[in-house]
């Protein structure tokens, strides 16, 4: 399988007939390439989990020069309801969904490699009993 289907292969399912036809070497590199993705991904989810008190924070200070002094708990609520922050909530659910996305793919990976090695390890056993 040449690099430019296991990276068509990466973004789309694989189709089952392409599943039975790859060999151990290309499962390693799909789940390679597939657990790369992972990390990155999960990089980004947790920058923005980092981000979200500070972006808070930011829009409680803005809210906080425009008006009046209020409330802690005021000022929390209407950082809450900013758009930048609902903005910044959907970027983490997102990215969150995405994360477990990969990593049930490369989890499913390396399951189909393990699977395969124990066939060819039990049909290796198999010819030597015949």
């Known amino acids: 399988m040449s690099g430019e289907n296991i990276q068509k292969n990466t973004n789309n399912q694989q189709p089952s007939g392409q599943i039975k036809e790859m060999g151990l070497e290309e499962i390693i590199q799909l789940a390679n390439k597939i657990g790369l993705e992972y990390v990155e991904k999960r990089k980004e989810a947790e920058r923005y989990e980092l981000l979200r008190t500070s972006i808070r924070a930011q829009i409680m ?12 708990s005021r000022l929390k609520r ?18 969150r969904a995405e994360t477990e996305k990969l990593r049930i793919r490369y989890e499913s990976y390396k399951s189909l490699f ?6 060819i390890s039990y049909k290796k056993i198999e010819l030597k009993t015949l």
């Open 78 to 95: 209407l950082a809450e309801a900013d758009p930048e922050y609902t903005d910044l909530l959907e970027k983490i659910a997102n990215s």
């Open 114 to 119: 393990d699977a395969r090695r124990t066939m």
């Open 61 to 72: 200070n803005r809210i906080e020069l425009s008006q009046e002094k209020m409330p802690e």
